[in-house]
């Protein structure tokens, strides 16, 4: 599974017009699965993602985690991330899991991060969304689980 993360200050997912998730403040996560991922592997990145220290502390330092900050993810699956375009002009997206693998897997990966303590919102698997946030920092960062 690989993330990329982006802290904000707010975000917002529409589908069709309708605002279907939206947070005030934390982490945007766009995640893509591939064809080997596991349960273990959203559970490390449930994990991993709940832990970082992204937040500055009172020194101005990234020294507090999303708990810590009562922030929120606003978890948004997106099959891209598994694009290569290394040959020709059109990516492909062989390496990303088919909808049958991936949404499971990706509702697994929103619950984990439930278990964790936080607020989680989410798009809707498998629509066409505008997806809507304001970069915080910008902070933004490639996670990726090192179980595959």
Not at 27 to 52: C, N, P, R, S, W
Not at 76 to 87: I, M
Request: a negative charge; hydrophobic letters at 40%.
């Amino acid at each position: 599974m690989r993330v990329l993360l982006q802290r904000a200050k707010d975000a917002s997912v529409t589908v069709d017009g309708e605002r279907v998730g939206s947070i005030a403040n934390g982490y945007v996560l766009l995640v893509g699965v591939t064809h080997e991922d596991t349960e273990k592997d959203a559970q490390y990145l449930a994990k991993k993602i709940a832990g970082l220290r992204l937040f500055e502390d009172d020194e101005g330092k990234m020294n507090r985690s999303i708990q810590e900050v009562e922030g929120a993810i606003l978890s948004v699956s997106q099959f891209t991330l598994y694009g290569n375009v290394q040959k020709g002009r059109r990516p492909s997206f062989i390496e990303a899991a088919r909808p049958d693998q991936a949404k499971p897997l990706w509702e697994y990966f929103n619950e984990q991060l439930r278990l964790e303590g936080l607020h989680v919102e989410t798009g809707q698997f498998g629509a066409m969304m505008d997806v809507q946030l304001t970069n915080d920092g910008p902070v933004t960062l490639w996670v990726e689980s090192p179980l595959n």
